[in-house]
């Protein structure tokens, strides 16, 4: 498998502008309580950045396979940190907010496939990993458990996660 490589250059303070293959730059800076100015993504936003583009790309390509039609797809990542330095990310909680005619047992595999098997930046992440999907407006519970309308904290648990709530207001 090749390498990837990745070049940044500081452009003072904290500031730094990153480039990869793509020849996309990516702007990064600390925010003020750090000595930045907050004009660039702060590198955990990049790694988040980085965890919902990968599963994402991912997730579509598996249903594209399982002729699945999907419409919309949006993913958020709640990324919860350790209190101690380096405050490292130890949990994240994505949401999938999928719309189209999507078979829930689909939805789940392909995003259990991703979180658990295929994404390259899940798999270097040490942070538990707990999906939550939200297919046509509606939680959807993990396969084998049943679902109640009053209880939108449906998940499973991907790589070892211990929690089955999510605790940050996103269902």
Not at 18 to 23: D, F, I, L, V
């Amino acid at each position: 498998m090749k390498p990837v490589q990745v070049k940044s250059e500081w452009l003072g303070k904290r500031r730094f502008k990153a480039e990869g293959p793509s020849g996309c730059p990516v702007m990064i800076d600390a925010g003020m309580p750090e000595g930045g100015e907050g004009s660039g993504n702060s590198p955990l936003e990049l790694v988040l950045t980085g965890l919902v583009g990968c599963i994402g790309i991912g997730v579509t390509k598996l249903l594209d396979k399982m002729r699945q039609s999907l419409e919309a797809l949006e993913i958020t990542a709640v990324g919860r940190r350790a209190e101690e330095i380096p405050h490292e990310i130890t949990e994240v909680h994505l949401t999938f907010r999928v719309e189209g005619e999507v078979a829930p047992s689909r939805i789940w595999q392909a995003v259990k496939l991703e979180c658990d098997q295929y994404c390259p930046v899940a798999a270097s992440l040490k942070a538990s990993i707990v999906p939550h999907i939200i297919l046509n407006g509606e939680p959807l519970p993990p396969p084998g458990q049943t679902g109640r309308r009053d209880r939108p904290e449906t998940t499973a648990s991907c790589r070892h996660s211990t929690h089955s709530r999510n605790p940050y207001g996103e269902a």
